[in-house]
């Protein structure tokens, strides 16, 4: 099981939760599997070509997946995705 | 009252009321003030702005908030600095320094935080909170004690001891993260959504923080008398500055205060570090990779800028440049303004004039424009970068035998400089 931390612009998504548990081996299995227990999220996170949308931001244990192998990032059992904003700071 | 209509978001067009949001619950795009700007241009004038205060509140009509004693520690009006000495040094003609060093905590943030605290109080907020490489931090702590609101900021571990001080003096909680800008960026927007009551000035309230920025093209133009510059070299970290200077100038012509509609070049500076915007416009992408910043640049070390696309656009749709610079050049840039205008800036600073002289040897920056640059940030926030780097011409015994010894030969041309 993956923790998935969900910001506070898609909790209505969720019934309010912040974190859930998802199961999957990828960073992409875990955000379609998260769509599919919570419908919403897919056309949120991801543009058209099926990557992830120019301000979504996620991150496998505080890195961000743009320096790890993107949606493809293995993950071992444990970890917690962050699913954050890109907008911020400066 | 203030002309706002209401937030839109940039990427999908969405409308959102005037709020504390900062993203689009759709797309995760930027919101951004929308205004009513027939109604703007039916009251404001020239006249009414030159009445009003000397800070960045003569230009309320054009702020997205409007209070009779805003959050304010006077911030902005600072002084835009011919530098005819500079400009010769470099092959330039008209150049103008726009002198944020002179900001009361000594950076271009005062303008952000004043508007974004103000909003932020208005909307009932009563902890001020920020994410910081350093000037923000200094900035958000001290209006915050101004405005008798609690604060919480945090900063990377390894920023300049100055910065650090400059923070904590004003009493409210300072946390240093162990990690990098970024690492504190993330952690303050994972925040927020837990801290829905604490005003992260460049989180949730960032759409109204950003609006700031335009009032250093608001001054310019009017300190040059109602006039846009051809060409203005602004520093990138998140790029949030850069795009709201670029709106500025347009939205003066919008509600009529120019004459002419402005052209202006807008060219971006970063440390070669941290150059994820200057990588992209040298390679010609539309996609930023964010990197892991190494420079003595810390407060442009933002290594995933979050309007760093739209900065690379207001560069490019304006016929500007962008360019990065090594540490190197960093510190000689400090030493070139202070030396030839008198002008003490902080890294940024540095960047700033090392990418000015930079894109004028290459010919993106030419003699025949009119150019500003921003200086953004004063010296004595940085200092320790010159650590080593200046000092001291000669430490000599308190004797005039001494002082002859060590500076026989350059006594003689200083007398003759004087004599010519
Ligand atoms: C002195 C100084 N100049 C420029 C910037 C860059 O501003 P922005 O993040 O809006 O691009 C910052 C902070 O990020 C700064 O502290
Ligand atoms: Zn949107």
Same mark, same amino acid.
């Given at each position: 099981?993956?923790?998935?931390?969900?910001?506070?612009?898609?909790?209505?998504?969720?019934?309010?939760?912040?974190?859930?548990?998802?199961?999957?081996?990828?960073?992409?299995?875990?955000?379609?599997?998260?769509?599919?227990?919570?419908?919403?999220?897919?056309?949120?996170?991801?543009?058209?070509?099926?990557?992830?949308?120019?301000?979504?931001?996620?991150?496998?244990?505080?890195?961000?997946?743009?320096?790890?192998?993107?949606?493809?990032?293995?993950?071992?059992?444990?970890?917690?995705?962050?699913?954050?904003?890109?907008?911020?700071?400066? | 009252?203030?002309? &706002?209509?209401?937030?839109?978001?940039?990427?999908?067009?969405?409308?959102?009321?005037?709020?504390?949001?900062?993203?689009?619950?759709?797309?995760?795009?930027?919101?951004?003030?929308?205004?009513?700007?027939?109604?703007?241009?039916?009251?404001?004038?020239?006249?009414?702005?030159?009445?009003?205060?000397?800070?960045?509140?003569?230009?309320?009509?054009?702020?997205?908030?409007?209070?009779?004693?805003?959050?304010?520690?006077?911030?902005?009006?600072?002084?835009?600095?011919?530098?005819?000495?500079?400009?010769?040094?470099?092959?330039?003609?008209?150049?103008?320094?726009?002198?944020?060093?002179?900001?009361?905590?000594?950076?271009?943030?005062?303008?952000?935080?004043?508007?974004?605290?103000?909003?932020?109080?208005?909307?009932?907020?009563?902890?001020?909170?920020?994410?910081?490489?350093?000037?923000?931090?200094?900035?958000?702590?001290?209006?915050?004690?101004?405005?008798?609101?609690?604060?919480?900021?945090?900063?990377?571990?390894?920023?300049?001891?100055?910065? &650090?001080? /400059?923070?904590?003096?004003?009493?409210?909680?300072?946390?240093?993260?162990?990690?990098?800008?970024?690492?504190?960026?993330?952690?303050?927007?994972?925040?927020?959504?837990?801290?829905?009551?604490?005003?992260?000035?460049?989180?949730?309230?960032?759409?109204?923080?950003?609006?700031?920025?335009?009032?250093?093209?608001?001054?310019?133009?009017?300190?040059?008398?109602?006039?846009?510059?051809?060409?203005?070299?602004?520093?990138?970290?998140?790029?949030?500055?850069?795009?709201?200077?670029?709106?500025?100038?347009?939205?003066?012509?919008?509600?009529?205060?120019?004459?002419?509609?402005?052209?202006?070049?807008?060219?971006?500076?970063?440390?070669?570090?941290?150059?994820?915007?200057?990588?992209?416009?040298?390679?010609?992408?539309?996609?930023?990779?964010?990197?892991?910043?190494?420079?003595?640049?810390?407060?442009?070390?933002?290594?995933?800028?979050?309007?760093?696309?739209?900065?690379?656009?207001?560069?490019?749709?304006?016929?500007?440049?962008?360019?990065?610079?090594?540490?190197?050049?960093?510190?000689?840039?400090?030493?070139?303004?202070?030396?030839?205008?008198?002008?003490?800036?902080?890294?940024?600073?540095?960047?700033?004039?090392?990418?000015?002289?930079?894109?004028?040897?290459?010919?993106?920056?030419?003699?025949?424009?009119?150019?500003?640059? /921003?200086?953004?940030?004063?010296?004595?926030?940085?200092?320790?970068?010159?650590?080593?780097?200046?000092?001291?011409?000669?430490?000599?015994?308190?004797?005039?035998?001494?002082?002859?010894?060590?500076?026989?030969?350059?006594?003689?041309?200083?007398?003759?400089?004087?004599?010519?």
């Amino acid at each position: 099981m993956t923790t998935v931390r969900i910001p506070a612009q898609l909790r209505t998504l969720t019934a309010g939760a912040g974190e859930l548990s998802i199961d999957g081996s990828t960073v992409g299995e875990v955000l379609v599997a998260l769509d599919g227990a919570h419908a919403g999220f897919a056309e949120r996170l991801f543009d058209e070509s099926g990557g992830l949308r120019r301000f979504v931001n996620v991150f496998v244990d505080e890195e961000d997946v743009r320096f790890l192998d993107g949606l493809a990032t293995p993950l071992t059992p444990g970890q917690t995705i962050s699913i954050v904003p890109a907008v911020a700071g400066g | 009252m203030d002309f &706002v209509s209401g937030l839109r978001c940039r990427e999908c067009g969405r409308g959102y009321p005037a709020e504390a949001l900062h993203v689009c619950d759709f797309c995760f795009g930027p919101l951004e003030v929308t205004y009513d700007y027939e109604k703007i241009a039916s009251v404001v004038t020239r006249e009414r702005i030159e009445a009003g205060p000397r800070s960045i509140w003569r230009y309320a009509d054009l702020l997205p908030v409007h209070d009779a004693a805003p959050v304010d520690l006077g911030a902005g009006f600072t002084p835009l600095v011919r530098a005819d000495r500079l400009a010769s040094e470099l092959g330039l003609g008209e150049l103008w320094i726009k002198d944020d060093t002179a900001n009361p905590t000594g950076s271009f943030k005062d303008r952000v935080v004043s508007v974004a605290l103000t909003k932020a109080r208005q909307l009932g907020f009563k902890v001020a909170a920020c994410a910081s490489t350093g000037n923000l931090a200094n900035s958000v702590a001290a209006h915050a004690a101004r405005a008798g609101m609690d604060s919480i900021v945090l900063i990377p571990h390894d920023l300049e001891r100055a910065k &650090v001080t /400059m923070t904590a003096v004003y009493g409210g909680t300072l946390v240093a993260v162990e990690g990098s800008y970024d690492d504190v960026n993330r952690l303050c927007a994972e925040l927020t959504s837990e801290q829905p009551d604490w005003a992260f000035v460049n989180v949730n309230v960032r759409t109204y923080y950003a609006e700031g920025s335009k009032t250093l093209a608001f001054e310019v133009a009017e300190q040059l008398g109602w006039q846009a510059p051809d060409h203005v070299v602004v520093p990138i970290g998140s790029g949030s500055q850069l795009t709201k200077v670029a709106k500025g100038f347009r939205e003066l012509w919008q509600v009529g205060l120019l004459d002419e509609e402005p052209s202006v070049r807008v060219s971006g500076a970063q440390a070669e570090g941290c150059s994820p915007v200057a990588t992209a416009f040298a390679e010609g992408t539309d996609a930023i990779r964010p990197v892991k910043p190494n420079t003595i640049a810390k407060s442009l070390a933002i290594g995933n800028p979050a309007d760093g696309w739209y900065a690379l656009d207001a560069i490019r749709s304006s016929g500007g440049s962008c360019a990065s610079v090594t540490d190197a050049e960093v510190l000689d840039g400090i030493g070139l303004l202070a030396r030839t205008e008198g002008i003490f800036a902080e890294t940024a600073g540095g960047v700033t004039i090392a990418t000015l002289a930079k894109l004028a040897a290459q010919g993106a920056i030419r003699a025949d424009e009119r150019v500003v640059a /921003m200086v953004t940030g004063h010296g004595l926030k940085t200092a320790e970068a010159l650590t080593g780097v200046v000092g001291p011409t000669a430490t000599i015994a308190p004797t005039l035998e001494s002082f002859g010894d060590a500076l026989g030969d350059q006594l003689n041309t200083i007398r003759s400089q004087r004599s010519s």
